[in-house]
């Protein structure tokens, strides 16, 4: 009888114990997945971090061409001219020039696109061997600044005041009167800046905001001749009608043996 009843307490002991680890089972499972949800939620952040950070690269414009920069600064440039009066093609025909189409150290490390030096500026500086070694240019957060601080610098020096006297679209005039009051020490900054206007049609971009085309004006030679410079889309014919003259009248004012043009070339269209 002794021995049933310590077989029965046995089994009432073993059974209680069982309960207890099954709880604890149980207790540990439900931690672990407590710390799988926070685990996840840590995981989120990166993510959202990443992405980001890749769509603020994406917003900066990619310059591979001349005509790449050209698309891209367009319009600063023409904004410039409504508020400024500086031709847009002068503008980016100096941006293309100074810059190397966008891809010059000041304009990517600096935003400098017009090589616009120090002076009195007392913001974020970059320096930079040009005509000495290791000179002080300005440095910009965004490249509209470089454009507009290029509209501020000739406005507001003495010196660039005669540009404004000039018609807004007459970039042949702009260009050689920078070159008369001092911006560039190259003989031929004025005929770099043209060549470009006009390889890439730019004063269509003044025309735009003028509202009216450019002609060249007609000039006089010594001789009391009258000259006319050929430009991008002419042709003998279209010079011939302009002025009231044949076409062979006009070959053989200049000598010529065909209808070859080339721009910038000076023609007689009056003996």
Request: glycine letters at 6%; a positive charge; hydrophobic letters at 30%.
């Amino acid at each position: 009888m002794n021995k049933i009843v310590l077989i029965l307490l046995a089994c009432m002991v073993f059974s209680c114990g069982s309960k207890k680890a099954v709880t604890k089972k149980k207790d540990t499972r439900k931690t672990n997945t407590e710390r799988v949800v926070i685990h996840k939620k840590s995981e989120v952040k990166p993510i959202i971090k990443e992405t980001v950070e890749t769509n603020n690269t994406e917003t900066k414009a990619t310059i591979s061409s001349t005509e790449d920069y050209i698309a891209a600064f367009s319009t600063i440039a023409q904004e410039e001219m409504r508020l400024y009066g500086i031709p847009a093609s002068i503008t980016i025909a100096q941006g293309i020039l100074e810059s190397s189409s966008g891809k010059g150290r000041l304009s990517i490390e600096a935003n400098n696109h017009f090589g616009i030096k120090c002076h009195d500026w007392t913001g974020d500086r970059i320096y930079h061997d040009d005509d000495a070694s290791q000179e002080c240019f300005r440095k910009y957060i965004d490249a509209k600044y470089s454009y507009r601080d290029h509209s501020l610098f000739l406005t507001s020096r003495p010196r660039y005041s005669k540009l404004f006297n000039l018609k807004k679209n007459d970039y042949e005039a702009w260009a050689k009167e920078l070159k008369a009051a001092g911006y560039a020490t190259d003989k031929k900054y004025p005929d770099k800046l043209i060549g470009l206007i006009e390889r890439y049609e730019l004063y269509k971009l003044d025309e735009a905001v003028v509202g009216y085309k450019y002609e060249k004006a007609m000039a006089s030679n010594r001789s009391g001749n009258s000259t006319y410079t050929v430009v991008k889309g002419d042709t003998l014919y279209s010079i011939s009608k302009k002025y009231n003259i044949t076409v062979k009248e006009l070959q053989d004012m200049n000598g010529l043996r065909d209808n070859a043009l080339s721009i910038g070339q000076e023609l007689l269209v009056k003996p």
